[in-house]
Nanobody, 122 residues
Framework: VQLQASGGGLVQDGGSLRLSCAANGRTFKRYTMGWFRQTPGKEREFVAAINWSGSSTRYADSVKGRFTISRDKGWNTVFLQMNSLKPEDTAVYYC????????????????WGQGTQVTVSS
């Protein structure tokens, strides 16, 4: 599975962005999808995940109430709507996928896209 993330950019403190993740040539129907982020010198951290049907989601405490993960009904694209952005949200954001039967709760993913840079200015 080749993943393509997009939608990053520069936004002011309190602004919004929507990230998208698409799979080249296939759907995400049988995959759990996740978003992670990483800043230089730090470990990659979990942001959000959604199960294959869209019925379950989970979020890092730092983004709860501000970020929303979703997937389109055609299982072609996964989104991360980011509202009330803060400078500490600045990072490279990565989308990831794993087979639907894998443990939804852990952070072990099999497929990774290239990152998209999100910069929040104060």
């Amino acid at each position: 599975v080749q993943l393509q993330a997009s939608g990053g950019g520069l936004v002011q403190d309190g602004g919004s962005l929507r990230l998208s993740c698409a799979a080249n040539g296939r759907t995400f129907k049988r995959y759990t999808m996740g978003w992670f982020r990483q800043t230089p010198g730090k470990e990659r951290e979990f942001v959000a995940a959604i199960n294959w049907s869209g019925s379950s989601t989970r979020y890092a405490d730092s983004v709860k109430g501000r970020f929303t993960i979703s997937r389109d009904k055609g299982w072609n694209t996964v989104f991360l709507q980011m509202n009330s952005l803060k400078p500490e949200d600045t990072a490279v954001y990565y989308c990831a996928a794993k087979d639907y039967y894998r443990d939804f709760g852990n952070y072990d993913y099999d497929y990774w896209g290239q990152g998209t840079q999100v910069t929040v200015s104060s």
